[in-house]
């Protein structure tokens, strides 16, 4: 029966959950919002997706949308269970139990591997390997940590992947096919929205939610100086009174207050990892040609780039289509499955026993 099984990667994201298989190039990566709405009187999850998602913010009566993975971390059990389930069935549409691997930050506690691995168990894996997101990434954004100077025994430029997702940063030095040091915090996309609405309502006495805050972030948001020169109206609830009220906001304030002191978050676990590294690898990360590579859905933040690189000296590229680096990398990792071994990887406690 394994002979029909189908390997399946997942990234199991804050913001989205996406599923690739194995040698199907036919098929497009699954993806949905890591959405979940459930019957508060039941308990149980009606659905899950982009379905779940419209509505946040609106739910109706008797029903709650959560997201059931935050910073990196199965948050609620069962939620994250019925999206995996339906993320596999929609993924291989078979009846075979598929192997699964799943991503998983590199700051990832003991408790928490095990909590991904028996999620995985039960939405119907034969077996649950657990790989670094930020060695996926770093796959995804057409980093080789493989092939024949690694035969010859030469040893590969180090690289810096900075993964900046919807919960948290993944800082990595990858070289030789391995996450040689690294470091995570829980600075995303959803912290970015989550202050910018406390932003509004300190500042403006106005309440909006976070998916309008989000939306001002895709289509506006910037750490540019250019951004001073505009402003973005929002409409939200006036504390007061509690009528609709429009506001125009400076997206100077914006930056100054919310985004730059995130990004400045960002780039004192860049500088962290940077100075554990060992002098040949930081040597490697200076070259030109290497630097830093940003992958992630905040890879999009306009200016993030160029802010990230003055403040730490080096060269930073986005890679292309930096939000599915994971998944991407997800497809090449699933051929690495046979020498891999399942279960706890125990990753934060590996690092330490080598003395990284």
Do not use: W
Not at 240 to 265: F, G, W
Not at 314 to 326: F, K
């Amino acid at each position: 029966m394994s002979l029909f099984a189908r390997d399946v990667g997942i990234d199991l994201g804050t913001s989205y959950i996406r599923a690739v298989v194995k040698n199907d190039d036919k098929k497009a990566p699954v993806s949905e919002p890591s959405v979940a709405l459930i019957n508060i009187e039941t308990g149980q999850v009606d659905s899950f997706g982009f379905s779940a998602e419209r509505a946040l913010g609106r739910t109706p009566s008797g029903k709650v949308a959560i997201r059931p993975i935050k910073s990196g971390a199965i948050s609620d059990y069962e939620a994250t269970e019925y999206m995996l389930k339906e993320i596999v069935r929609t993924a291989t549409s078979g009846i075979f139990r598929p192997r699964i691997a799943i991503a998983v930050p590199p700051s990832i506690t003991d408790v928490e591997e095990r909590a991904v691995v028996d999620v995985g168990l039960a939405a119907g894996a034969s077996k649950v390997y657990l790989i670094e997101s930020a060695l996926a990434a770093a796959i995804g954004a057409g980093i080789e940590v493989s092939g024949k100077e690694k035969a010859r025994n030469k040893r590969r430029p180090g690289r810096m992947v900075v993964d900046i997702g919807g919960g948290t940063t993944d800082v990595a030095i990858i070289t030789d096919n391995e996450v040689q040091l690294s470091e995570s915090i829980p600075v995303g996309g959803a912290l970015f929205d989550e202050e910018f609405v406390k932003y509004i309502k300190k500042e403006k006495l106005l309440t909006i939610g976070d998916t309008l805050a989000e939306a001002i972030k895709k289509s506006n948001g910037t750490v540019s100086e250019k951004g001073d020169q505009f402003s973005v109206e929002i409409t939200g609830r006036e504390l007061t009174s509690a009528r609709p009220k429009t506001e125009n906001v400076s997206m100077r304030d914006i930056i100054q207050h919310v985004y730059k002191p995130l990004c400045e978050r960002v780039i004192d676990v860049i500088r962290s990892v940077n100075e554990k590294t060992t002098a040949a690898l930081a040597s490697d990360i200076a070259q030109r040609g290497n630097g830093i590579i940003l992958t992630g859905g905040m890879a999009h933040l306009h200016g993030l780039d160029e802010y990230i690189s003055s403040k730490m000296n080096l060269e930073v590229t986005v890679a292309d289509n930096p939000e599915r680096c994971v998944i991407n990398g997800m497809k090449f990792l699933l051929t690495t499955l046979d020498n891999r071994r399942d279960g706890v990887r125990n990753f934060t406690r590996t690092r330490l026993i080598r003395g990284y």
